[in-house]
């Protein structure tokens, strides 16, 4: 599968995220919480409309999904918020831009294990050269301890603002996770916003402030939480993460016609080492199979669904999701037995979505995995489209 699609989405997304430092500064005297929390009311407003315009599913997460949901949301999007704003106040610009410019290494050492795979060496130098290029972009700045305390919540929480909805994408893809987030947010900052900031904070912002929020909610959150979570659930962690070298790139171009301002030297050396790491960690033009939603769209799937739906049919809850077995699903790669149920806990949530299954064999419907060496009329939901066959007695990967 070609890598063009998910590298542009994720650029994209970080060509937003670059592009609103200059918006954020607008928001310098405005009640922070107040405005985050009208941002991701919002943004989550916009992607809700644009789900049911469209007839995407969006699915109620259950058990552990709210765990993965709650973090997304906490650490990437509350925490994130809070220790940039209070950071800025101990630390220049540069020590926090630099806490985030080492996440490309994190997400190349840790994002594999999400997905129950190993870390790739080249991935990992990749890693390392944009990494390099973007503290460059950045600079070196000074802070005081609480600085440095803010920036390394920053690095952590820009990190896990990704790796912790790895196991969730499979299910709810990157428009669901989108959702979820958003409104989680929305609500922990009018919480705060009340709080801290009183009931009527919201009547000090100024149509400037209006318009700032009305770019972040829009481009920054529902544009750019979907194209970046396309863009993990396309290449996977390891890979996305290296793009995040495009925001400091995005932030100093335009921020030429913003400020006037030419980069030094030492920046243009940065963006040419971002370069070389992006093409060094995603040149080999292939993508890794991706975690589908449980629509059966990709080849060598097949709708798993119990209870006699029908396959492909996005609009009804299936029984389960289950991934290619090289590729590995998105949170597990554990062996699901020929006949194990899907619908019932074993020690934990059951998984939703396809099944992988050869030529010729199909999926019974009911809470049961079998493969089936039969013709294409027994009443399954639905049959192989490619792949090599499965034989009926091994098991299937989930």
Do not use: K
């Amino acid at each position: 599968m070609s890598t063009r699609l998910p590298v542009l989405a994720g650029a994209t997304g970080m060509t937003f995220v670059g592009g609103s430092v200059a918006v954020s500064g607008v928001l310098a005297d405005a009640p922070l919480s107040t405005a985050q929390a009208l941002r991701y009311a919002l943004a989550c407003g916009l992607l809700v409309g644009f789900a049911r315009r469209t007839g995407r599913p969006l699915l109620r997460p259950r058990g552990r999904e709210w765990l993965w949901l709650l973090g997304v949301s906490v650490t990437g999007l509350v925490l994130f918020n809070v220790a940039l704003v209070q950071g800025s106040r101990h630390a220049e610009p540069a020590v926090l831009g630099v806490a985030v410019a080492c996440v490309p290494v994190v997400m190349a050492t840790v994002g594999p294990l999400f997905e129950h795979r190993r870390p790739r060496a080249r991935i990992l130098v990749a890693a390392g050269v944009v990494t390099a290029g973007a503290a460059l972009v950045q600079g070196i700045g000074r802070a005081d301890a609480l600085g440095l305390l803010c920036a390394l919540a920053v690095f952590g929480s820009e990190a896990g603002f990704t790796l912790l909805a790895v196991p969730v994408l499979g299910r709810h893809g990157p428009h669901g996770v989108s959702v979820h987030a958003t409104w989680l947010a929305a609500v922990a900052f009018a919480v705060l916003g009340v709080t801290t900031e009183g009931a009527r904070a919201a009547a000090r912002l100024d149509v400037a402030d209006v318009l700032a929020i009305g770019y972040l909610a829009v481009g920054v959150t529902a544009v750019a939480f979907v194209l970046w979570y396309s863009c993990v659930r396309g290449l996977g962690a390891g890979r996305a993460g290296l793009l995040t070298g495009v925001a400091p790139v995005a932030a100093a171009v335009i921020g030429v016609p913003v400020t006037g301002a030419v980069p030094a030297p030492p920046v243009w050396a940065g963006i040419a080492l971002i370069a070389t790491g992006l093409a060094l960690g995603l040149g080999d033009g292939s993508a890794r199979r991706p975690a589908r939603s449980w629509s059966g769209r990709p080849g060598r799937q097949v709708a798993a669904l119990a209870r006699g739906h029908e396959a492909g049919d996005e609009r009804r809850d299936p029984v389960g999701v289950v991934d290619r077995a090289e590729g590995g699903g998105v949170g597990h790669g554990r062996q699901l037995r020929v006949g194990e149920r899907l619908g019932e806990p074993f020690g934990e949530p059951a998984w939703e979505g396809p099944v992988v299954l050869g030529p010729g064999q199909q999926h019974r419907g009911g809470h049961r995995a079998e493969c089936l060496d039969g013709p294409q009329g027994v009443p399954p939901v639905g049959a192989a489209q490619d792949g090599p066959g499965v034989a009926a007695d091994r098991p299937v990967r989930a």
